[in-house]
């Protein structure tokens, strides 16, 4: 008996597509009518929310029921099917709930499936302050907008309908209560993918669904409809009277058309010919992609909807800026204007093709001279270029326009050859008459059906060539019915390839002794061949028929692995050799598009075209494999750690977990992905083993690992600066997110690394913020939400302060911004002061409802009125803080156990109080314990005891002074901590400081080491969003410094001490502890790695002024035995002086007592100047002297000296009052320079008369510049 058949093997999947549910005549695509339920009553897509929180059914709609949405809720429904992005019609019933004012708020949302921006935004609708808003975005980023104002506000309990349509031949508009109230003409490329859309107030995308911060303003919708054109005004009118449309009448062909060929460049010229019978095609894949130094994937990751540059909110192109000022996120300030991609050594380039509206020069380097290759022109939204070839060096496009995006710009190595022999082939031919509905197929049936319009799904099935062997009988589980083809279908075909014939649908014959394919396969793909069929279709006027093939990835066929344009001649058959980047595949059917400037280019025009997939030795096939996921790891985390989403519901994480499975399934012991998926996945034991360094014979361990800690932060910390700061200042991350990751900068300076290096660093991103315009009138030039109005570089005037105490600059500018709040902070009717607004900034602040509460984060800008209270006691500055504390705490209530409990949110005008999210919960406890600083009264502790009591004594880790000495109930919060064996960090440091064992220590230190080791390559290499990266340091403070100065939202400085070595990179060879420092007593135990003394200066801080006493012992013990050295010194400590200690090799002891209190240093006169007070001009200088003390200065001197010292040139300085009322106080003077003195050696000094006492020393001498 014979037992297999090898005959008509693509005769068992010959078969149709089975029709799809016959869409709706109106080109309704969805309906939600939100009558019982929030699930669609009709959707060509999914009809169930993706994501719903606080949005529920109100019976009280404009028809039935309806969308009731909280403040707080978002609801999203998932786009694809249910709504196209090149043209389509969204409408609604709208009901405002609560009355509408000048505050503006989202209505509604639609996102991108991927994007550059962080909000995603394709589609939104807002509530503009005077009527309506409403754009789509194009795939270039600008956004087609239309404005409104209405006559008179709507009632909040009146149904308005809004309809707001748009198509990418015609342009947008807007209607209301079914009258066209605005529109604007303009065609644009709108063809995306789409991911989510419903109600959510912040973001709507593949990475966060979220109403927060200003964010927070819900409203009524009812029977929300989305069609798949742009419905005409009688239609919409009926819409708005409750009546259906009319069926959708035909598109115009005519405008399809040439929407079509601009889409592909098409309009302009014909992509390069194959002359060739082969022509190989070798996709380069870039070693380094660069705008200034951030590393930036987007405009080279496959994925069209990203780009490069990064999107800025500030945004010069059309539409973009608007009321909603989001930051400039993970941007430079010059960034935008040149993307360097860096070819490999040995690669060959001779074409590129580019996607997206940027115009400008494309040139190449080999790193000694510069070459121009091709210019790109304004309009152009595809371009190919071919050119000489070019071996390694790198391609630089230089922007003409700053933000104009590239969505994707691709290298090729292309020429004639052949295919190669490979290690094997698997062979398919199309059959234009293949059933695309298998098993195997459906993941990318759904895609296509979802992405792409009816119109645009033209499908066809790469069935197996030859070498198929199936049992007689046996059936393929194929369906059975011909297909059915549009007449109108657009000239662009999908071809899939099935990884298996395995898997099968239900209700079909059962295969047996069939497959062809290549699951589990251990080879790796080297690239696929396409044999292209002489095309009997109609050429252009060259004579040409244009191509564009894309060969998708198989695990998200939202990226290409290959985008290339070529053409055709009419009936010349031709053979591609695609040479892709190597893939080991996985168990993913394959697919690829085929699109054609051709009108009549069809699914038929690819019958009988051959396909080989060219295998290559999975050894030879895993280096690509493994560096293109890596890559695509790593650029979707880098970005995903903003929102660090988690679930698989989210696209972006969607992917990022695909990618991520996929490289760990070819390389499960991949070090560097094992590192990311711990993270990820929140698991620290898939970490790889970390290895301890080991310490010197006779180093004590703790002050071994101190030392390796220390060195891991300067690491990361250099990293940072060296590596992405520019000289514009900025780091890359947008200026607002940088200024959180340099809340990381003065503790590092103050211990003694770099102090130098980071204080430049620090200034000169300071400076970039003014720079930038980034705050007038004392705060944010953006109206933001609570935080981050502190985050729109208002911090960085106080990280500035840290390392440049007294210097006028950063005085001024902190004083500047907390005159400013002295309107944000305002006494209510109940006379209690409160922010008034959580959306406000320096041009602008909103008082109406959802904005009028005072929430925890709020609190983060009195850092700034904080310091000023902390460097010069103004009244104005304290009053703000102490204020605004007692005003929260009019709100406390005491429980019978005698325990206080205090509100999250409060509302500033009526007093009225709610949980609120819980975010920033601890935040305002910073500037209550400054108000129990500032005043010494006890009644500032409760809401800190309160917090110590709900989240135990490791809550006093938030506080940056040594709370266990500070507080009344400090010593038992500290037994208690300690005797509780915690592995937390500050429980370990806290066992220290109770029993004086120093292996806590050794043993937090060997986590720290080993976690940020872990982390480095993440926290740097990875190019995440700046304010996402952190090496902590607080530990290393509060041992080295007696207390953490800085912190990120741990605003009150604490430390006790800082160091200044004289000997560069000395901080990282003596290890240092300040056990249990006061403010009138602190122990020094340092020791010495070296082999000689080391010099440093110390400065005090958190010490009470006055005369003290400091005694200086050696031991051989660790501290516990001591031998002093010499006799106990007199001298002066107050905050900012300086005192040289030495420390010998081993160890060394400094004990510091206050002997006698003097005058508090804030309460002082004080005179300032700074580098930028200093002018020289030939022998003429001009001072520019600040008085910036609590007491008016009676008079002073500005000398010029020499470097030894002496003086030889003065000039009187006039009285000066002090800045009571937070302006500047100054005045210039001039001194003229000697004849032949070296203005090098010179500096200007200026004192009080008679050489008074002032707040600080630090501030009183500056170079001549």
């Known amino acids: 008996m014979k037992r297999f058949a090898t005959s008509s093997v693509l005769a068992l999947a010959a078969a149709s597509i089975a029709p799809a549910a016959a869409q709706d005549a109106t080109g309704l695509l969805f309906r939600a009518s939100a009558d019982t339920s929030l699930t669609a009553d009709y959707a060509t897509g999914d009809p169930v929310p993706n994501f719903r929180s606080g949005v529920d059914v109100t019976p009280d709609g404009a028809i039935g029921g309806a969308a009731r949405w909280a403040d707080d809720g978002y609801v999203a429904w998932k786009a694809p099917g249910n709504m196209r992005a090149d043209r389509g019609t969204l409408a609604f019933f709208w009901r405002a709930r609560t009355p509408v004012g000048e505050a503006p708020f989202v209505i509604f949302r639609a996102g991108f499936a991927d994007h550059s921006s962080w909000d995603m935004a394709f589609l939104r609708i807002d509530w503009n302050g005077h009527g309506f808003d409403a754009f789509v975005t194009d795939a270039n980023l600008s956004r087609i907008r239309v404005s409104w104002t209405i006559p008179q506000a709507p009632a909040p309990d009146a149904w308005s309908h809004i309809a707001f349509v748009w198509d990418e031949t015609v342009g947008v508009q807007l209607y209301v209560n079914g009258t066209l109230v605005a529109r604007k003409d303009q065609k644009a490329d709108l063809d995306s993918g789409l991911d989510q859309f419903g109600l959510a107030g912040r973001v709507m995308s593949p990475h966060q669904v979220q109403s927060r911060y200003n964010f927070m303003r819900g409203s009524d919708l009812d029977e929300i409809r989305v069609y798949d054109h742009m419905l005409a005004a009688p239609d919409v009118a009926a819409l708005a009277d409750k009546r259906e449309p009319s069926p959708a009448r035909p598109s115009d062909p005519a405008a399809k058309r040439t929407a079509w060929l601009h889409r592909y460049g098409w309009d302009k010229t014909a992509p390069p010919v194959l002359d060739a019978a082969v022509t190989r095609v070798r996709k380069v894949e870039f070693a380094d992609a660069k705008d200034l130094k951030q590393w930036m994937w987007k405009g080279v990751d496959g994925i069209a909807e990203t780009t490069w540059p990064g999107v800025y909110n500030r945004s010069r192109l059309p539409g973009r800026d608007d009321y909603f000022q989001l930051p400039d996120w993970n941007t430079y300030v010059d960034g935008g204007k040149r993307y360097d991609l860096t070819i490999p050594a040995g690669e060959r380039v001779n074409r590129v093709e580019i996607r997206g509206a940027a115009y400008g020069q494309l040139d190449w380097s080999d790193g000694t001279r510069s070459i121009p290759i091709a210019n790109r022109s304004q309009g152009i939204v595809r371009s190919v270029d071919q050119f000489a070839p070019r071996t390694g060096g790198t391609l630089s496009f230089i922007n003409a326009m700053q933000e104009q995006p590239i969505q994707e710009l691709w290298a090729y190595d292309i020429g004639a050859g052949e295919e190669p022999a490979g290690s094997f ?96 396969l251990s080879d790796g793909l080297d690239g696929i061949a396409i044999d292209i069929p002489a095309l009997n279709a109609r050429p252009d006027a060259a004579g040409l028929i244009a191509l564009n093939i894309r060969m998708k990835d198989p695990i998200w066929p939202g990226r290409d692995m290959i985008d290339l344009s070529v053409s055709v001649r009419p009936n010349a058959a031709r053979t591609l050799w695609l040479d892709l980047r190597d893939r080991i595949l996985p168990n993913d059917s394959l697919y690829l598009t085929i699109a054609s400037a051709a009108p009549d280019f069809d699914a038929t025009a690819l019958d009988g075209a051959r396909i080989r997939l060219v295998f290559k ?172 109005a502190y985050e729109e570089g208002l911090n960085s005037n106080a990280e500035r302060l840290y390392l440049n105490w007294g210097e006028p600059k950063a005085v001024e500018r902190l004083m500047d911004t907390t005159r400013a709040l002295q309107a944000v902070i305002l006494k209510n009717p109940a006379g209690h002061m409160h922010f008034a607004s959580n959306w406000y900034g320096g041009r602008k602040m909103y008082r109406e409802g959802a904005w009028e509460w005072q929430k925890p984060y709020a609190f983060t800008v009195l850092h700034g009125p904080m310091l000023v209270g902390l460097y010069n006691a103004n009244p104005l500055a304290r009053g703000l803080v102490t204020g605004v504390i007692d005003g929260w705490m009019a709100h406390g209530k005491q429980g019978p156990d005698g325990s206080w409990r205090y509100p999250n949110e409060i509302n500033s005008r009526t007093d009225a109080e709610r949980v609120g999210d819980g975010g920033g919960i601890s935040t305002s406890l910073q500037a209550t314990w400054a108000a129990w600083r500032y005043t010494g009264d006890a009644k500032y502790l409760r809401p800190i005891d309160a917090r110590l009591a709900k989240a135990g004594p490791g809550a006093l880790a938030e506080f940056n002074e040594n709370a266990f000495d500070a507080l009344p109930g400090g010593a038992a919060a500290r037994a208690t901590l300690a005797a509780g064996k915690s592995e937390d960090p500050f429980a370990r440091y806290t066992a220290w400081v109770a029993t004086g064992d120093t292996a806590p220590l050794a043993a937090l230190h060997a986590d720290a080491i080993a976690d940020k080791s872990q982390h480095m390559d993440m926290y740097t290499d990875g190019h995440w969003w700046s304010d996402r990266v952190d090496q902590p340091s607080e530990i290393l403070q509060r041992e080295r410094l007696g207390g953490i100065a800085l912190r990120r939202n741990q605003s009150w400085p604490g430390n006790t001490v800082s160091w200044r070595f004289t000997e560069p990179g000395a901080a990282e060879r003596v290890a240092i502890l300040l056990p249990g420092a006061t403010p009138t007593r602190f122990r020094v135990i340092a020791y010495n790695t070296t082999d000689h003394a080391q010099r440093a200066t110390m400065s005090t801080w958190t010490v009470t002024a006055g005369r003290w006493s400091m005694q200086a012992s050696s031991s051989t013990d660790g501290g516990k035995t001591l031998t002093p050295i010499g006799h106990a010194q007199a001298m ?123 707040i600080t020393q630090a501030n009183n001498r500056v170079p001549l510049p």
């Open 1132 to 1254: 002066t400590l107050e905050r900012s002086a300086g005192t040289d200690v030495t420390f010998a090799p081993g160890t060394t002891v400094l004990d510091f007592v206050l002997v006698q209190p003097g005058s508090p240093v804030e309460e002082r006169a004080d005179l300032g100047i700074g580098t930028d007070d200093v002018v020289a001009k030939g022998r003429n200088v001009m001072v520019t002297v600040h008085s910036l003390g609590a007491k008016a200065v009676q008079g002073g001197r500005a000398d010029l000296i020499d470097a030894a010292g002496h003086v030889v040139a003065t000039a009187r300085i006039p009285p000066l009052s002090a800045p009571l009322d937070l302006r500047p106080k100054m005045a210039v003077v001039n001194l003229v320079r000697p004849a032949r003195i070296d203005r090098a050696t010179l500096a200007v000094r200026v004192t009080l008369a008679g050489d008074e006492p002032e």
């Open 617 to 788: 030795p999975r050894a030879a096939a895993l280096s690509e494999h493994v560096a293109d996921r890596m890559a695509q790891v790593k650029d979707n985390w880098g970005f995903l750690v903003e929102e660090h989403t988690a679930s698989k519901r989210a696209g972006l994480y969607r992917r990022l977990f695909a990618d991520m499975s996929d490289l760990l399934r070819v390389d499960p012991d991949n070090a560097r992905a094992r590192a990311y998926w711990a993270d990820i996945n929140y698991r620290p034991e898939n970490l790889p083993a970390f290895v301890q360094p080991v310490a010197p014979a006779r180093v004590p361990l703790w002050a071994f690992r101190q030392l390796e800690d220390l060195k891991r932060v300067r690491q990361f910390v250099t990293w940072w600066i060296d590596e992405r700061q520019v000289p514009y200042g900025d780091f890359g991350g947008g200026i607002s997110d940088d200024t959180d990751l340099t809340q990381q900068w003065p503790g590092l300076a103050l211990m003694g690394v770099e102090p130098d290096k980071i204080n430049a660093s620090l200034r000169a991103l300071s400076d970039a913020v003014y720079r930038n315009g980034m705050i007038v009138n004392g705060l944010g030039y953006v109206t933001a939400d609570e935080l981050h």
């Open 425 to 520: 082939k698997l062979s398919y031919t199309v059959d234009a008459n293949a059933s695309a509905d298998l098993a195997a197929l459906t993941p990318l049936n759904a895609y296509i059906t979802g992405r792409f319009a009816p119109d645009e799904r033209s499908t066809v099935v790469a069935m197996p060539s030859a070498g198929l062997k199936a049992a007689v009988g046996a059936g393929s589980g194929g369906a059975s019915s011909a297909p059915v083809r549009r007449k109108d279908a657009a000239p662009i075909v999908h071809i899939l390839i099935p990884a298996s014939f395995g898997d099968a649908l239900p209700d079909r014959p059962l295969a047996r002794a069939f497959d062809y394919g290549w699951q589990n």
